[in-house]
């Protein structure tokens, strides 16, 4: 099993970005899939989920109105789009897939906000 992260970087307040994670070696389509994040010194913190097919979606509340989750079942690969990007927004962001008791993590992208 493997989940893998990219897009993250250095990014100034204002800007966005889009995080890909990229998933094998289990059946993606039967999992829901979640972002997750966690700044120094603060716990993981859940940022959005959406369900096997797409057609349920959840938000933190830190970043509803700013941040979309999508999913792509054909490509097996979940999406962050991240917009009006804050320096609290400054985390390593975690790709999760979870079915019932099971849940995969991957190996986290860093996203860096500042000017």
């Known amino acids: 099993v493997q989940l893998v992260e990219s897009g993250g970087g250095l990014v100034q307040p204002g800007g966005s970005l889009i995080l890909s994670c990229a998933a094998s070696?289990?059946?993606?389509?039967?999992?829901?899939m979640s972002w997750y994040r966690q700044a120094p010194g603060k716990e993981r913190e859940l940022v959005a989920d959406?369900?096997?097919?797409?057609?349920?979606?959840n938000y933190g509340d830190s970043v509803k109105g700013r941040f979309t989750i999508s999913r792509d079942n054909a490509k097996n690969t979940v999406f962050l789009q991240m917009t009006s990007l804050k320096p609290e927004d400054t985390a390593v962001y975690y790709c999760?897939?979870?079915?019932?008791?099971?849940?995969?993590w991957g190996q986290g992208t860093q996203v860096t906000v500042s000017s």
């Open positions: 959406i369900s096997r097919t797409g057609a349920s979606t």
């Open positions: 070696g289990f059946t993606f389509s039967r999992y829901g």
């Open positions: 999760s897939a979870r079915r019932a008791d099971t849940i995969y």
